[in-house]
Nanobody, 119 residues
Framework: QVHLVESGGGLVQPGGSLRLSCAAS????????MGWYRQAPGKQRDMVAS???????NYEDSVKGRFTISRDNAKNTVYLQMNSLKPEDTAVYYC?????????????WGQGTQVTVSS
């Protein structure tokens, strides 16, 4: 089992910045890709950004150039630096970890952290 704990959400004005953190604990040895997803009210949960254990990143088009995902493998922590925030970035942000354990892929999720962009 892998336990993910997110932090760093909150209320910010348009154009502002926030940094989300997600710390993994438990059976972290099998984790490969970590990422951030978000879900706005009435919408599906979508991928925002992901990063592999070797540092390869992937971003959803609307956040390219504004958000940066990074990872500290020694601390089993992934970060999402969000700049130039827009009201449409408002959502619950979820941390995700994919792991390969004895040839079985497993998906783990954090509890979510609210990000609200509003003046």
């Amino acid at each position: 089992q892998v336990h993910l704990v997110e932090s760093g959400g909150g209320l910010v004005q348009p154009g502002g910045s926030l940094r989300l953190s997600c710390a993994a604990s438990g059976n972290v040895w099998g984790i490969t890709t970590m990422g951030w997803y978000r879900q706005a009210p009435g919408k599906q949960r979508d991928m925002v950004a992901s990063i592999t254990s070797s540092g390869i990143t992937n971003y959803e088009d609307s956040v390219k150039g504004r958000f940066t995902i990074s990872r500290d493998n020694a601390k089993n922590t992934v970060y999402l630096q969000m700049n130039s925030l827009k009201p449409e970035d408002t959502a619950v942000y979820y941390c995700n970890a994919e792991g390969l354990y004895y040839s079985v892929w497993r998906d783990y999720w954090g509890q979510g952290t609210q990000v609200t962009v509003s003046s």
